[in-house]
């Protein structure tokens, strides 16, 4: 009996990992798809209008996923990590990408409006990775360590370990 409870354990903690690793990594492709890629891109856009386009799908995204206030950390919560900012500072972004619309794609203004903003945009962090820990890795990563330490208990009480 206490070798079939181990051999149930053993089976239900391989059988999440397998599950909370596949999660991670197919949700950590989603999340850097629809937010940190469209970062990156925006930031090499050849011209206001492509990167308009990428910073109002970024808006778009964040909003879709709720990625627009909470913070990229369980613990150590501060303004670099906060969403809310990243997301005011995205629509920032766009008004000033509207802003400059009007301008001659061939004057100096337009020049240096548009660098300027790409260095705003390289400053954006890359949230995916700490959005999708604070959203479901820590709970993954508490049920997976519970599930490993009952499979060693129950382990180390059946006839296999003795």
Same mark, same amino acid.
Do not use: C
């Given at each position: ?25 197919? =949700?950590?492709?989603? #999340? %850097?798809?629809?937010? &940190? ?5 925006? @930031? ?5 209008? !492509? ?41 920032? =972004?766009?008004?000033? #990408? %509207?802003?400059?619309? &009007? ?5 100096? @203004? ?5 660098? !300027? ?46």
């Amino acid at each position: 009996m206490r070798n079939a409870i181990f051999g149930v354990f053993l089976t239900v903690a391989i059988m999440f990992t397998v599950f909370a690793v596949v999660f991670l990594i197919v =949700v950590g492709y989603q #999340l %850097d798809r629809d937010i &940190d890629s469209l970062i990156d891109r925006s @930031q090499v856009a050849a011209d206001r209008g !492509d990167m308009l386009g990428y910073m109002e799908q970024l808006k778009a995204n964040m909003e879709a996923r709720g990625i627009i206030k909470g913070h990229t950390a369980l613990v150590f919560k501060n303004p670099r990590n906060d969403m809310a900012l990243h997301y005011k500072a995205v629509n920032r =972004v766009i008004e000033r #990408l %509207d802003s400059i619309k &009007d301008m001659p794609r061939n004057s100096t @203004q337009y020049q240096v409006a548009l660098d !300027d903003i790409r260095g705003v945009i390289r400053e954006l962090p890359n949230p995916a990775i700490g959005w999708l820990w604070v959203t479901y890795g820590w709970w993954l990563l508490l049920i997976g360590t519970v599930l490993w330490i009952l499979t060693g208990i129950t382990f180390f009480t059946s006839d296999y370990y003795y």
